[in-house]
Each structure stands twice: as C-alpha cells, then as structure tokens.
C-alpha cells in the first residue's frame, strides 16, 4: 500500500517541457505522491486517473483508493494515479488541472464545486468525477441530476440543505438560542448554505448573522466580530478552507467560548461540539464505482449525479461539559458517535 505521507519523485518526464512541469506539480503534491506511480507510468495501456485534491484529507482519499481497489483497479497493476494537490490554496488549481491534462489522464477526480469549474475549464473531452459537490445544477456544472451533459459526474453533498437542520440541531444544544453567527466564504458551496440557513433562521425565530471570510487571516476577527455582537453560537458552513484552517477556527470557537456546529466529523474529533452532515469517506467509495464505469466506457453524461445517502452527527460530550451545556439524552441515542 503506498504511503501517502512521504516523498516520492514524479514520474520519469517525456520531455524538456514536460520535466519542468511535473518538477513543480512535484513538489505541490509530495504529501500525496505514492511509491509506484513512478515504477508504474511507463505501463502500455494501462489507464491513468488524475487526483486534482483541494485539500490534505487522506482519510477520504484512502477511502476511495480502497474502495477502487474492490473493484479491481489495483494501484501500479492495472491503474496509475497521478496525484495533483493545491493543499487549499484554490490559486494552484489551474496549473495543476492543465498538468493532468497535458499528461492525457483518462480520467480526472476531483472535490468541491471550485475545482470542479477548474477541472471543466480544462478539459472538455477527459471524463470528471467529482466525490463531494453542493448544488452541481444551481452551479452550472451540469444540466440535471438525471441528466448531466458535458463530461462532469459525480456526487451531489446536499450540504446546502443540511445547513438548515444543522441550525436545529444549534438550537438543541443551546438552550435560549436566538442569536447565531454564521461562519461563510464567498464560495458557491458557502453561499448557497447561507441562503438555507437564512431561511431555516427565519423559521426558527432565530436572528442570523452572516460573517462572511475570504482569507484565514480574516477569521479572527469574524470570531471577535460575533462575541461583540453577542452571538450565542456559530454555525460553520461548509468551504475547504475552513478545513484547511480547522485548528485555528477550533481554538478561536474555544477561546471566545462559543458552541459551533460543524458540517464534518473531523471537527469534532479535533475537539469541536457537534457536527452533521453526509459521510465524505462513504461518498467518494460511489465516486470510486462511477471512476469504474468511466474507465469501463460509461460516458459521464449517461451517469446520473447520485445524491448522498448516508449522514452522520458527531458529538463531543467533552467540549459540552467544558461550555456548560447539556446534551439532551434523545440526541446522545441519535449520534453516530459521542466523543468523550
């Protein structure tokens, strides 16, 4: 099983050109770069998949290898990653998206709506699967659930719509609840959860206000901004930044001691309170089965965008006590996991 943790050269180059390029995409993506990429590259006929990654989640991306791996496309045999990753600044993409394509994958994978456009933008011929996108028609990345045209499939998070019970489940934690401050970036993913936890607010009687961020360096005063404004609690919506900035946005939620609701377990695992939202790793095992199909010949038009199925909440009884809060006993029987 490779090691996604080292460093491993890219493989041998075609040319001058190409030498420079996989040098830089190289070095962008140590952290994912396996073993037998190299020994495998020089494989006649052997189908190559892009990894465009966003952000450094291995649990999510071994996840998917496994699952492609049940189905018979066993790394270095009879498949070869070429792993690409921007570590969350969405300014790399580009250039690592036109690396996979000059290197003529046969199919790329990809997260989140941004890269996504970016794998789009492109190429309009290699097929794209994408695990993990928000609202991929609101988004313009395909015509229809059922019917997506163009060369972009994969799995819809549904994370917009979860903002809303999210918000509910906010209100169960906090007794009192009426005012939250919600935690959002200018990305489509963010914006479109915002707009449903808007109107999830309004239904609940509960006052929201939007702090919306571009940089990491804008959350500490996102965080001041809402303890000045009384907040009771913080709802963080769904961008790869956030994930990128886990720690901090954690440490800053404990230092203001305000309860947040995550949309991944992951936060609250690292401490935070709660969290609810579709399974990352389950979703990108399905986009494991439409990467099967793709290199089986299935164009990604005539692949339906499937919704996510499977949701978990997470939480941390732990960081409850250290806030003062009571979990009521109906949502301990409902959590996929209580954190101690």
Known sequence: ???????????????????????????????????????????????????????????????????????GWIEGKNIVFEYRASHGNDSLLPALAAELVSLDVDVILTWGVTAARVAKQATTSIPIVNGSMSNPVRAKLVDSLAHPGGNLTGITSLTPVLSAKRLELLKELVPGLSRVAALATPA???????????????????????????????????????????????????????????????????????????????YVEAGGLASYGSSFAAQFQRAAALVDRVLKGTKPADLPVEQAVKFELTINRGTAKTLGLAIPPMLLILADEVIE
């Open 1 to 71: 099983e490779p090691n996604l943790s080292g460093f491993d050269a890219p493989p041998e180059p075609r040319g001058a050109a190409m030498r420079r390029r996989q040098f830089i995409a190289g070095l962008l993506t140590a952290v994912l770069a396996p073993p037998l990429a190299a020994a495998a590259k020089d494989q006649a006929g052997v189908p190559h998949l892009g990894v465009l990654w966003p952000f450094d989640e291995k649990r999510v991306l071994n996840a998917f290898r496994q699952e492609l791996r049940d189905l």
């Open 188 to 266: 489509p993913t963010a914006s479109f959860g915002l707009q449903e936890t808007e109107a999830a607010a309004r239904s609940l009687g509960i006052e929201l206000r939007a702090k919306v961020v571009e940089r990491a360096d804008q959350l500490d005063e996102a965080f001041a901004s809402a303890a000045r404004e009384r907040a009771q609690a913080v709802i963080v919506l769904p961008d790869l930044m956030f994930d990128q900035n886990r720690t901090r946005l954690l440490r800053l939620a404990a230092m203001h001691s305000l309860p947040a609701v995550y949309y991944a377990r992951g």
